[in-house]
């Protein structure tokens, strides 16, 4: 599984960004998929997690209720839409995904909110 990421850049305090994750390969519908992010001098953390179906979500306490997770399984594409942005939220953002690990990722994209 290669996933390849798209989106981000940089945006305002209170402004809204969005993140996308393609798949390549047919085994996109059968896999749990995540998003992490990695601020600068910070450990990686777990951000939300979305069900091969696309019916079950989970957010990290710190974007609950700001970030939404979603998957189109017809174009193998994973997102994730920001909104409500905190400078607090500036990172590398990863999507992963794996059969019992996070064994695939993405390659990183930057993500920067000013205040």
């Known amino acids: 599984v290669q996933l390849a990421q798209s989106g981000g850049g940089t945006g305002q305090a209170g402004g809204s960004l969005r993140l996308s994750c393609t798949a390549s390969?047919?085994?996109?519908?059968?896999?749990?998929m995540g998003w992490f992010r990695q601020a600068p001098g910070k450990e990686l953390e777990w951000v939300s997690v979305?069900?091969?179906?696309?019916?079950?979500?989970n957010y990290a306490d710190s974007v609950k209720g700001r970030f939404t997770i979603s998957r189109d399984n017809a174009k193998n594409t994973l997102s994730l839409q920001m909104n409500s942005l905190k400078p607090e939220d500036t990172a590398v953002y990863y999507c992963?995904?794996?059969?019992?690990?996070?064994?695939?990722w993405g390659q990183g994209t930057q993500v920067t909110v000013s205040s």
């Open positions: 390969g047919n085994m996109f519908n059968y896999l749990n």
């Open positions: 992963a995904t794996g059969w019992a690990l996070y064994k695939y």
């Open positions: 979305i069900n091969s179906g696309g019916g079950t979500t």
